[in-house]
């Protein structure tokens, strides 16, 4: 008789910094939500140079920053986004200054819809420092010379929390942006770029077909500026300190530093901001987490797939994990002790990729349930070789003909878990994993962790 371990109760995170150093996102210490006078206390919304809108004219309280400098400044700075695909920002803010060079004024969006289960920081950004948001996308506005903005997310707190915030800076006339606020349904889909921009125009929260990104005809038909809440998080301290400063911390590829949610290893989730470059193990000296007792990690969510005890020799930025054949992503990392077998976590998170994909594109709908269904089996231990033949094949052949990043996350999943850990696997094959034994790991939304809104 077997017992089956489940894991769908939600986490709650506890929120910290590196022992050390002055935390940029975070609030150190802070116990309740960032209110207008004590974010104006720090710096924030600071007023400089009027910019000039690329076309028309919008109204202003004098509060704008220089449109082109800042923008110069993001370069030198080398600022990455956040949502999970690290490209640089002032590369995509300059593909939507010269859409609108050519006569539509472009629209910003503050993309908060934090689709992995695994990652909390985006929600815990718009629950607790709302106006950092808020001054981030006045100035991504100012870059690209925007006379609208929206902010987009599920979270209903969150939504409360900036709605809330923009009514102070609105009345203190901190903001003269007009922004507004899009509440969808949660999902693994409904974050990316094109969904977000489907769902402001009226749509459902699912991907469309690209080209036109975004960038080209996003909202209202309008070169668009989709990015991150913790990549406009940033822009603030730019606009104080300047690119040397931000370049501080980090590494020359990866400059500056991120949220990371970790999870996993038998400790409670919490929510870091370390800079990019610190070593794995660092992280889990930091986390309480023995190395010893490390089996593996979840990467970048749930969809830069799984690596095995190779992790303990990473350093936590994109050059490193990308030669590791991972990567980082959203800054998620679940840990996977010696208690947690890799192939019932991957069937797990398989079984949500099918459950969530878009249902739109044939390849993905029918591979996500094909991949999910062996590997269900293998954890139960009903496969044959043909079986996993033809997930190692389907691994291969399914990658990029998504619509969207869920089928490759999806395939990110199966063919590292065939690399990272063939013994295991093998295991499985042979009816001989004595964890799925006695306790198969099953959960809805593994690893899934929730935000701390502080009061």
Known sequence: MTMETTSDAVETCTVTSLPGSVPRLLRAGATTPESLDAYLAIGGYMPGPLARPLVGSRPSAGTEPDAGGLLD???????????????PFAVKARSVRKMAARGLTPVVVANGEEGEPASVKDRWLLRN??????????????????DLAYVYVSDPAAARSVAEALRQAELAGTITLPVEITVVEPGYVAGEETAAVQAINGGPAKPT????????????????LVSNVETLANLPYLQRHGAAAYRDAGTAASPGTFLATISGGGRGPALYELPYGIAFRELLTLHEVAADGVRGVLMGG??????????????????????????????????????????????????????????????????TAAMSAVLDALRDGGVGDD??????????VLRGRGACGTLDGAVNLAASLLAQFPAVVTRHLAGGCDLCAISPFR?????????????
């Open 73 to 87: 400044a993001i370069e030198r700075s080398g600022l990455r986004g956040r949502g999970g695909a690290a490209f």
């Open 129 to 146: 420092r709302p106006h950092l948001i808020l001054d981030g996308l006045r100035l991504a506005a100012a870059v690209v010379g925007a």
């Open 209 to 224: 077909d690209k080209p036109p990104r975004p960038y080209q005809a996003g909202v209202a038909s309008r070169p668009t």
């Open 302 to 367: 749930y969809f830069s797939g799984l690596l095995n005890r190779q992790a303990l020799h990473l350093t936590l930025d994109h050059e490193s994990t990308r030669a590791a054949g991972s990567g980082l992503g959203c800054g998620a990392l679940a840990i996977l002790g010696e208690g947690d077998c890799p192939v019932a976590v991957a069937a797990s998170v398989m079984a949500y990729f099918a459950r969530e994909n878009a249902g739109q594109c044939g390849s993905c709908f029918n591979g």
């Open 387 to 396: 079986d996993l033949a033809r997930l190692l094949r389907w691994s291969q």
């Open 443 to 455: 959960a809805a939304r593994p690893y899934e962790v929730e935000a701390v809104t502080q009061a």
